[in-house]
Every structure is written in C-alpha cells, then in structure tokens.
C-alpha cells in the first residue's frame, strides 16, 4: 500500500527488490538502508531505496561483506565506492576462477580417464595432492538470504 507521498512499504519494496521482508529489516538493523518511517505498522521507504538495493545486491554477487558494502556508502547515502576495494576483489575472484577451472579440468579428466583405478592416473593425483595442500579449497558457504 502506497503512503501518502509515493513512499513505498515494506511489502512493495521486498516484491519489488525480489528479497524477504526479513532481510530489509536485517539490512536496516546495520544500517545499510534506512526506513523514513511507519504507516501503522509498517515500514515506509523511499523509491530511492530499490537502487541502493540493486548495489547491495551486486556487491554481494561480488563477494563483498555487508560491513565492506556499508562502507560503500556516504553517511547520507550516497555510494561511494573504493577503486582499490573493486580492483582487489576482481583479483581475488580471478583467483577463484583459476582454482575452479583447475578442479573442472581434473575432474573431466578423472571422469574419462582411462586408467584401472583414479589414483593411477598422475592427473587425478596432482589434483588430490593440491586439495589435501590447500591449493583448492572449497568455497566458503554463505547464509541464505542475507
């Protein structure tokens, strides 16, 4: 239900952001968006809050922490976004994509590998020594929704 001045609730913003109510009002508790107040009892936000949203969104599609995305924010607001922050991140994710692409490779190559038994095979075991090394690990889980 629209507020008197095209301010948007809490149920319009969660259908029209695609995120549980639960998780704005986890997002207001740390203060990565902001409510402009109540009708009844319902929080009211302003439209702007879907954009800031958006970039919540990609920031975490990124890998970024909700403490590193609150730092991507003016007090009032607005984004502003470390350069250095975004460079670091992509370098961390190019790392990423080269320790999945690694275990891809093994793994395919496992699957049609012609050996009598995997651990035969020297690529299947180059692969099993880099995991029990560290060298690929598996990718930290997130919680859901938030």
């Known amino acids: 239900m629209k507020g008197p001045t095209n301010e948007l609730d809490i149920a319009e913003v969660a259908r ?6 639960s998780t704005l009002r986890y997002y207001e508790e740390k203060g990565l968006i902001r409510s402009i107040g109540r009708h009844g009892l319902r929080r009211m936000f302003d439209p702007r809050v879907l954009e800031r949203l958006a970039l919540i969104a990609v920031g975490r599609a990124a890998g970024f922490s909700l403490e590193e995305i609150a730092r991507m924010f003016t007090p009032d607001g607005k984004p502003r976004i470390d350069r250095k ?6 370098e961390e994710l190019d790392a990423t ?3 999945l692409t690694a275990m891809r490779d093994g793994l395919r190559h496992a699957a ?6 995997h651990m035969e095979c020297p690529s299947f075991r180059r692969l099993v020594k880099a995991a ?6 598996s990718p930290k889980k997130k919680s859901l929704g938030r």
Not at 132 to 137: D, F, H, K
């Open 16 to 21: 029209s952001a695609g995120i549980p109510a």
């Open 112 to 117: 049609a590998c012609t050996a009598p038994s």
């Open 132 to 137: 029990a090394s560290g060298v690929i690990r």
């Open 85 to 90: 922050l975004l460079a670091a991140k992509a």
């Open 97 to 99: 994509i080269r320790k």
